[in-house]
Structures are given as C-alpha cells and as structure tokens.
T-cell receptor
Framework: DSGVTQTPKHLITATGQRVTLRCSPRSGDLSVYWYQQSLDQGLQFLIQYYNGEERAKGNILERFSAQQFPDLHSELNLSSLELGDSALYFC?????????????FGPGTRLTVT | AQSVSQHNHHVILSEAASLELGCNYSYGGTVNLFWYVQYPGQHLQLLLKYFSGDPLVKGIKGFEAEFIKSKFSFNLRKPSVQWSDTAEYFCAVNARGQGNLIFGKGTKLSVKP
C-alpha cells in the first residue's frame, strides 16, 4: 500500500459523458501528478499540481481538467468522452514539486468508455 | 523533448537466470533516473533511483542499475531472478527541477519456475 488512494477503481461510461476521478495523496505530500496508461501510448504524464496550484502540464487534452483542493486531494475531470479515452489513470504524490523525491503511485482508476 | 526507450518488449527467463533490461534516454540536460515495477494487478512501485554520485545504484529485492552518462543509459540488472519477479518494468526520467516523469513503454518479464 503506497498511501495514495484513488476512487473509483473501475468506471464504465458511454461516449459523450463526463466523469470525475479522485485522488488522495499520502499524508504530508504536497504534489500530485496524474498519468494515463494505455496500450498504444504507454504511461503518459497529464498534469501536476503543487499545494493547490498547477505546476506542469503534459499531454492533457482540452476536454480534460484537474484541480487540487485545500485539503490536497485532487480531481481529474474528463468530459465529452471518446472511446480512445479508455485507459488506466494513475495518480502519484510526492513531498515536493521538483522531482528529487520519490513519487508514490495509487492503484489507478480503470476507465472504460463504451 | 525527452524520451525513454526500453529495448525489450517481453523477456522470458528461467528461475536463477541473470537479468539485464536496457533503458536509454534522450535529453540534453541533467536528469534523475528511475526504475519502477508493476506486479500484476498492483500499482507502480519504485525499485531504485539515481540522482547523483555513484553511478551504480542498488535497489530493493536485489536489483541494481548502472548509469552510463556517455551512453545515456540506465540498465537494470539482477544476478538471479525468481518467479516472483514476474512483472512489468518501467524506466523513467525527469529533468532536474521538474517533477513529471517520462516513462519508457515498459518491459514485461516472465520468469518460468
């Protein structure tokens, strides 16, 4: 158990719908990262938040957005879902933002878009 | 742009065989290097990391990796694998000062008992 929790574990939804994935970082970690793992693209960085502020953006689609709340949990919102959005979405947390500390990964949310 | 290449998609070994998984990265600046493991149905776990200093780093479960700067490589090794090492292994880098990880495509390791 990494200490990072993600809900839900599985999500099945239809094209065009909107979903919210939730992540709670390890106690004391200020930085939250979101990654997408798919068969064709592998593991790709989406976005990073540090202490409530957006810190870095990766290959995140405009249909996707995220935020980090004052209690440091984060949500990833995916809208106008397409079949190609089906993937495993991981959240990771670390103590700081600069990458010099280990990132701890959550168990992931498996999203299936039908 | 940074990129990470893992040369082997799927490696099949017998127990007690030695393991070496290749990883090369592309980036002009200073990087931190990582190997993560994903056991079936589980989350990613850190095996080892290199930030600076001794280029030979030792991690958990008997794994080690060597950073060769001139070759932009960070290969993972284990002298004798066990059936329980069956998993997918990911090499990752981040640029110094940036947190986001760039991952390789992963290498699936199957160890036959």
């Amino acid at each position: 158990d990494s200490g990072v929790t993600q809900t839900p574990k599985h999500l099945i939804t239809a094209t065009g719908q909107r979903v919210t994935l939730r992540c709670s970082p390890r106690s004391g970690d200020l930085s939250v990262y979101w990654y997408q793992q798919s068969l064709d693209q592998g593991l790709q960085f989406l976005i990073q938040y540090y202490n409530g502020e957006e810190r870095a953006k990766g290959n995140i689609l405009e249909r996707f957005s995220a935020q980090q709340f004052p209690d440091l949990h984060s949500e990833l919102n995916l809208s106008s879902l397409e079949l190609g959005d089906s993937a495993l979405y991981f959240c990771a947390s670390s103590v700081e933002a600069g990458g010099s500390y280990e990132q701890y990964f959550g168990p992931g949310t498996r999203l299936t878009v039908t | 742009a940074q990129s990470v290449s893992q040369h082997n998609h799927h490696v099949i070994l017998s127990e007690a065989a030695s393991l070496e998984l290749g990883c090369n990265y592309s980036y002009g600046g200073t990087v931190n290097l990582f190997w993560y493991v994903q056991y079936p149905g589980q989350h990613l776990q850190l095996l080892l990391k290199y930030f600076s200093g001794d280029p030979l780093v030792k991690g958990i479960k008997g794994f080690e990796a060597e950073f060769i700067k001139s070759k932009f490589s960070f290969n993972l090794r284990k002298p004798s694998v066990q059936w329980s090492d069956t998993a997918e292994y990911f090499c990752a880098v981040n640029a110094r000062g940036q947190g986001n990880l760039i991952f390789g495509k992963g290498t699936k390791l199957s160890v036959k008992p």
